[in-house]
């Protein structure tokens, strides 16, 4: 019998590795970070997601900037092992397969956290139920719910099926696992001989085994699904056991987890708050995300702390003596990140990036609340500000979802404003943006933009891992910038706290815009050009207030002591 673990982390995309398609965006990222933390913390903990066989997509873009998307092809046994044991899970009234590779995280002291990818492509399965894991979030609504039925109920029976019968807590990684709930209380309502609702000792039972981390206040970020598909896809009898916990007309993934969790919490202070907003009536703390420091550490910084501070790889709280590293030493390792990072673009974009200009980078989700496009909004301006204050380059990074037209045309725009530029600002976009390159472009950058509209940014981590390469952040005060920022001390601001922005959308767009290029052109740009040692100490304090707090070991510790609280024998 495999040895139990206290602690079962589900995620519809972990971040394993950049030749992995098992993730999209910083969700993933973020939960692959954990698992390699876990390890490195030795917390005793399983992970479960879907393979993705197909991936998200493989992004390609034209000359003008229009996406369009393929499968991914991934050598699958190159990565992870087929393992014997298989679970079966009931969807439209047919029994659905359901196998498993497994993928090992190994941490600095030599633990091993498993990760289970399910996979449905199983030769007794009908052929459209054998794509189930192929495309993460592909499909209609139909597809999705079919999807999270595999990895809630299927992965709580694939568990059990490997011997896992002594899970002290669940974690459900946002709301996609949420049917993990159904299936624990299947198991409960059986060992009482119950069959049709789940009483409410049984629900408490429930609770205090489930730990739910909700990542966004967005609300199309919030799975639901209407009564007639949920019925369709989950079956009459599993229908009124949703009722009984609760549900009405609308099955709502991440209320079915607030109702079968004893803690939730949002990921970062300003999160929190915004989700108790949304979801009044439930207790909904706080954690805000990390990264993980070793993943997204360049390899000259990683040689710099090595040196400096011999003890960062399995206590991230002494990256707070960075302080002590000689600039010198610092702008050394940055000089040697910034030149890997300029010489791919030039190969990969032609863009002709010279490694003594100063370098702006954007890289995240292309969506329309995240802004890509408001560095732009006044050409005229930004050219008498670099005219005046000195020299940019831009490198832009990231994928639109298929269905997302809005995302889509701002990678079009960005190509447009690339070539009403050039000969004064080099701009480069670089297509199919996966952890590879994310690793290259935030260690790589002068400076970390990031523009979301407040209060739309549940936490972000891509600027931690900027900080982390003692890269500081230009940001809109949203998220994790609202705790990490120290005005020319670990970075900069645009515009004020969250709390002020109130105007309608254009209005902010122009303020947000007046005030970028505003520190711009009487901040960033002079410290950078006339005052590098000014800079360099900004970079340092980059990595010892952000880099030494906003990490995955200070994370798990928290969920450790907070949430999973394994101390707690759960009620039977």
């Known amino acids: 019998m ?24 910083g969700l993933g990222v973020l939960a692959g970070d954990t698992i390699r933390s876990a390890a490195d913390l030795e917390v005793p903990m399983v992970a479960v997601s879907l393979l993705h066989r197909r991936g998200h997509f493989f992004q390609r873009v034209d000359a003008r900037g229009r996406q369009s998307e393929e499968p991914v092809a991934w050598p699958i046994d190159d990565f992870a092992k087929l393992i014997d044991e298989q679970a079966t899970v009931d969807i439209e009234g047919r029994t659905v397969h359901v196998r498993a590779w497994q993928y090992r995280v190994k941490g600095e002291s030599g633990h091993v956290v498993p990760v289970y990818l399910l996979d449905t492509d199983v030769s007794e399965n009908q052929p459209w139920d054998r794509t189930l894991t192929d495309v993460l979030y592909g499909g209609d609504d139909h597809y999705r719910l079919c999807q999270e039925m595999v990895l809630g109920v299927g992965g709580f029976r694939l568990l059990r099926a490997l011997g896992y019968t002594d899970i002290r807590r ?7 696992a949420a049917l993990l709930v159904l299936a624990l209380g299947e198991e409960k309502m059986a060992s009482q001989n119950q069959s049709d609702s789940i009483p409410n000792e049984l629900i408490e039972a429930i609770r205090e085994q489930c730990v739910f981390t909700t990542h966004t206040p967005v609300p199309a970020g ?108 610092i702008w050394a390792a940055h000089v040697e990140a910034k030149r890997t990072l300029v010489e791919h673009v030039n190969r990969e974009s032609n863009a002709g990036f010279d490694r003594d200009v100063l370098t702006i980078g954007f890289a995240r989700r292309f969506a329309a609340y995240k802004r890509a496009g408001l560095i732009f909004q006044d050409l005229d301006r930004l ?51 996966d952890m590879e390159v994310a690793k290259m472009l935030c260690a790589g950058v002068d400076v970390w933009l990031n523009t979301p509209l407040p209060p739309m940014e549940a936490s972000g981590t891509s600027g931690m891992k900027a900080a982390m390469n003692g890269v500081p952040s230009l940001s809109v005060l949203d998220g994790w910038w609202i705790e990490g920022h120290l005005e020319g001390v670990t970075g900069w601001s645009i515009g004020d706290r969250v ?23 009487e901040k960033v740009l002079p410290c950078f050009y006339k005052d590098r040692d000014r800079f360099i100490e900004v970079m340092r304090h980059a990595i010892a207030l952000n880099g030494a707090f906003f990490n995955t070991q200070r994370m798990v510790v928290q969920y450790l002591h907070n949430a999973y609280r394994l101390g707690q024998a759960p009620v039977q």
Request: hydrophobic share 40%; with cysteine.
């Open 170 to 176: 669940f974690h459900m990684n946002e709301g996609h």
């Open 499 to 521: 709390e002020a922005c109130l105007e309608p959308q254009s209005g902010m767009d122009d303020c947000h815009a007046a005030e970028l290029y505003r520190k711009l052109e």
């Open 2 to 25: 495999v040895q139990p673990p206290l602690v079962a982390y589900f995620s519809m995309e972990i971040g394993l590795e950049a030749g992995m398609p098992t993730y999209s965006g």
């Open 383 to 433: 050219k008498k500000i670099v005219r005046a204050a000195g020299p940019i380059q831009i490198i832009f990074a990231g994928k639109a979802h298929p269905r997302d037209r809005e995302g889509k045309d701002l990678i079009a725009y960005i190509h447009e404003m690339r070539d009403a530029l050039q000969g004064v600002i080099a701009v480069s976009y670089l297509a199919n943006y």
């Open 222 to 329: 919030h799975d639901k699904f209407p009564e007639k598909l949920a019925r369709q896809v989950l079956g009459d009898r599993w229908w009124a056991i949703l009722k009984s916990c609760g549900v009405e007309e609308t099955l709502n993934q991440t209320q079915l987890a607030l109702r079968g969790s004893r803690y939730v919490n949002g990921v970062a202070m300003k999160h929190g708050e915004v989700s108790h907003g949304m979801f009044p009536g439930y207790p909904i703390h706080s954690i805000t995300n990390g990264v993980h420091a070793v993943t997204w550490t360049a390899p000259s910084f990683q040689k710099l702390f090595d040196t400096h501070l011999p003890d960062w790889r399995r206590d991230q709280l002494s990256l707070r003596y960075a302080v002590g590293i000689p600039t010198s030493d």
